[in-house]
Every structure is written in C-alpha cells, then in structure tokens.
C-alpha cells in the first residue's frame, strides 16, 4: 500500500459532509493490486487535514499502522487546540498567554466545560457548585489508613479517587445530564481535598477540612499547610502562582492521560473509575511525573559545571538518560506554558525571599546549554511546562511526590471536560484499535509427551 503523494491523489469538490466544510477527499492505492479507495479529507477549524478512514477495513481490507498515535485524530473535540510548531495553546479558542494573565481557575474551568467565559452572575453561580462539593464522605477518610504512610500520593490518589464511585451512586449513570454536571462539579471539588489529605496522611498530620469562603487554589493551600494549632495565613502571590498552575495544566488535547480517560469512558465506565484510570497513565515519567522527574535529575546534576556532562548523557544513544523536562509529543518549538512559568519563576521566589536558588540557576544553565546544542536544536527539543513547575512548587514548600498530584487536580478539569464531550458525540464508540500481529501463525495442540 502507498499513500505517499505520488500514489495518493487529492480531489476536491464542491459536496458538503456534515460540518466539515466542502469534501475533498484522498485516493489509497493498493500498488501489489491496484485497488483504489476513496478516503474524505476533513478539515477543522485549526490544524492539518484529517484522512478519514473509517471505510478503509470495508473497502480495501488494510488497516493503518500508527503505535503512539503520531499522525492518528482519534477524535473531534471543540476543548484545546495545540499549534506545535508554533508553539501555540488555545482554551476554547482563547491562548493560554491572555488566560494566565488575565483570568484564573475556575473561570478558565468554566470555559473548558462549557464553552464560553462566564458572565459575572454564572461564575459566582459556577464557583458555588464547586464550593458546594469540596468535602469528601467521612467514611472515606477509612480509606487512607489502609495505606502506608510512605506511599507516594499518586498511589492513594488512583485508589481514593476509583473508590469515590463506591460513594456517590447517584452521580454514576452517564446517561443522565443532570448526573454528569454533579459527577463533573464532585471530581474538580473534591480532588484537592483528596489530594491534600494523601499529603497530611504521609506527614501525620490531622487532615484539613476545606473551607468554602476561599478560592480554590486559596482552599488547597490551607488544606495542605495548616495546622489546627496555629492560623494559616495564605500569601496572594502563591496563591496566584497556584491558580496559575492549575491554570496552565488544566487541558492539553488528546495527550495519553485524556486518552486514558476517553478510552476507560467509551466503554460507559463511570466518571470515577475513568479519572482514576487518568491519574494513572499520568503517573509516568513520560507525561504528569516529569515534574519531579526534573527536580531529582537537577539534584542529580547538583552544580552548574556538571551540566555539560549530563547534556552529554542526554545525547548518547547507548545511555538511557534523557534530559527530564525538555521534548514534547506536539510541541517543536517552546512550550507557551514554561514560557509563563519561568517569568512566575522568579515573582514566587522573590516574595518568598529566595536570593540564591542553586537550581534555577541550573536550569537556567541547562535551558542555556541545550536550546544551543545542535542535537536539542535539530530534534526541537526545547523546555517543557515542567521544567519550572517543579522549581516553583518546591519553593512554595510542597515536596516532590505531590508535583504530580497538584498535575492531577488541574488536568481534572481537562478530564472531565473531554469525558463529557465523547459521552455528548452522537458518532462516539467504544474506543478498540486493531494491532498488527507478528505472532505464530495458526499451529495445533501437541500433547506434552510429542514436544520438545
Ligand atoms: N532528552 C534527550 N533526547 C530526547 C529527549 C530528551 N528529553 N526527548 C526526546 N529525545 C530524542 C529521542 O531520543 C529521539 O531521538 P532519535 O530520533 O534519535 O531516536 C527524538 O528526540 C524523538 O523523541 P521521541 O521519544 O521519539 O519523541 P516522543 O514524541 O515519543 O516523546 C517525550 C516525547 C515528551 C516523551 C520525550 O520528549 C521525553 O521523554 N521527554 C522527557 C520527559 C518529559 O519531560 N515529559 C513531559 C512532557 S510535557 C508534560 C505533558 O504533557 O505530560
């Protein structure tokens, strides 16, 4: 089969398919039998053309070959939008830039699931809906006890956040709307308050209740740092570095987490077990744990003249280090989030007094070295979102297992909102790809005194 331009011709015509535009379309030939199909070519608002291959099995008998999804739409969403070689990120239209500047979390969450920005009057009513569910079921605090207290928070949140389905049955048919909202408002609500108790818990400290006259980054912070002896008093500028966070990791398109959490849904899960199975795939060092994957290789470098060293590492093919923080799947140019973190970089460790950071000296070093170095130059590999976050968090006071957990509370929103768009999709189906198999072809049983 070639579908290289000089085997692939493109047609257009003046027929409309649904909400795609005018059809054009892609022609496949098989050149060992010359059969032909003839695939639409869909266009988006954004972004490249999409080769629709639904009839491709019908008509031709082939399937595609794409492991890691490098070139596979594996649906339609109206959520985020990802120019990577530009280096551009829209919520529902808007860049990422002109949010962190001038909105925060719950307005930019508003936005995710809804669509719009709110008006004045559906935000205080949004943030009420939220308020309104940031406690969690007191039984469930039974649940931490089963774990060890060194158990990296990751682990208690894919088992608290799983559990909650346990909880909330009448938020659990996916077929009713009204089940959905309250499903969606209980996870974006309740995932700090979870998240801060898996921190208490490794700490030995009494967990925190929310409390519903704050924010929301303002509510996790108390829930995180306070103590019942003493009052908590919580700093703007991290609150709003906080809120900025959340902001930024609050939705990233069709990355493996929010695939994840399509896939566990197309098979009409609840809501529950499908975040959980996102937090998950988040875990990995590849995706969510690179923010305190960078922070342990930058304690790993420990001082700027061993950066070269490690650049070094990053490059050999026969040593499986990678530099933790830099490439992206989509991105081929600077991630438009690490170019907002890094200015926040340094507000936060202003306010907090931070003269001398050793490692945003470094990876200010690293960022100088690789962004010069022919090999990061011609893979485009540059700075991802989590090569400040973990700097910034850590000098906030969280410790480095709760980077990926404050990832989670964020991507939530994402989550949620990519969730209730495939359950909405009249066109959605159980996601269930094909595979090429490499394996034995059909052979016969031998009984075992015949083997060998
Ligand atoms: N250090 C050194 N070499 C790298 C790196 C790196 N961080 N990232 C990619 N490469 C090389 C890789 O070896 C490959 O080289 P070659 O073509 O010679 O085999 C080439 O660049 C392409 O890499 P890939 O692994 O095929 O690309 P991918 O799209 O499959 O992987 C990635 C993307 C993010 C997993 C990868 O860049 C990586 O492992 N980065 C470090 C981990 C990281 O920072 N992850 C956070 C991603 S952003 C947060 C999120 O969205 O979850």
């Known amino acids: 089969m070639d579908t290289k331009t000089p085997a692939a011709k493109v047609k257009s015509s003046t027929s409309k398919d649904g909400n795609h535009g005018a059809r054009e379309s892609c022609t496949v030939t098989d050149n060992a039998t010359g059969q032909s199909v003839e695939l639409p070519l869909l266009s988006g608002t954004l972004g490249p053309k999409v080769v629709d291959i639904r009839r491709l099995y019908a008509d031709l008998g082939h399937f595609t070959f794409d492991p890691g999804y490098t070139a596979t739409g594996s649906c339609e969403s109206k959520i985020t939008y990802i120019d990577g070689d530009k280096g551009e990120l829209f919520y529902r239209g808007y860049p990422i830039e002109e949010l962190a500047e001038h909105s925060d979390f719950m307005e930019a969450a508003y936005l995710l699931l809804n669509g719009e920005l709110p008006t004045a009057g559906q935000k205080k009513k949004f943030e009420r809906d939220i308020t309104m569910h940031t406690m969690v079921h007191e039984q469930l605090i039974a649940f931490f006890r089963g774990f060890r207290r060194d158990a990296h928070p990751m682990a208690v949140m894919c088992g608290v956040v799983g ?30 308050t979870i998240a801060a108790m898996a921190y208490k818990y490794s700490v030995g400290q009494p967990f925190v209740y929310p409390r519903n006259d704050l924010k929301y980054a303002e509510n996790f912070l108390h829930m995180m740092f306070a103590v019942p002896a003493e009052e908590y008093k919580i700093n703007p500028v991290l609150a709003r570095a906080m809120d900025l966070i959340f902001i930024l990791h609050a939705d990233h398109e069709q990355n493996a987490s929010t695939s994840t959490v399509r896939l566990a849904g197309s098979s009409g899960a609840n809501p529950f077990a499908c975040i959980a199975a996102g937090i998950a795939s988040l875990w990995g060092p590849s995706h969510g744990g690179a923010n305190e994957a960078v922070l342990k290789m930058l304690m790993q470098i420990g001082d700027k003249s061993r950066v070269p060293e490690f650049v070094e590492r990053a490059k050999d093919k026969n040593d499986n280090f990678r530099l933790m923080g830099f490439g992206h799947r989509v991105y081929k140019n600077y991630d438009p989030r690490a170019a907002v973190l890094r200015k926040s970089c340094h507000a936060v460790l202003d306010e907090l007094g931070v003269r001398d950071e050793p490692l ?38 969280f410790p480095m297992s709760m980077f990926t957990v404050l990832f989670a509370i964020a991507r939530t929103v994402g989550w949620v909102a990519q969730w209730n768009e495939m359950i909405e999709d009249p066109n959605a189906k159980i996601g269930r790809p094909r595979q090429l198999y490499t394996g034995k072809a059909l052979r016969h049983y031998l009984p075992v005194t015949k083997r060998g």
Not at 166 to 180: C, G, L
Not at 363 to 392: C, T, W
């Open 163 to 192: 559990a909650l389905s346990a909880f909330y049955h009448d938020s659990t048919d996916i077929n009713d709307p009204q089940q959905r909202v309250i499903a969606s408002h209980r996870l974006i609500a309740k995932m700090p």
């Open 360 to 397: 945003l000296d470094l990876a200010m070093e690293l960022e100088r070295i690789a962004l010069h170095d022919p090999y990061f130059v011609e893979k485009k590999l540059y700075p991802n979102v989590d090569f400040y976050s973990g700097i910034i968090l850590r000098a906030m006071g």
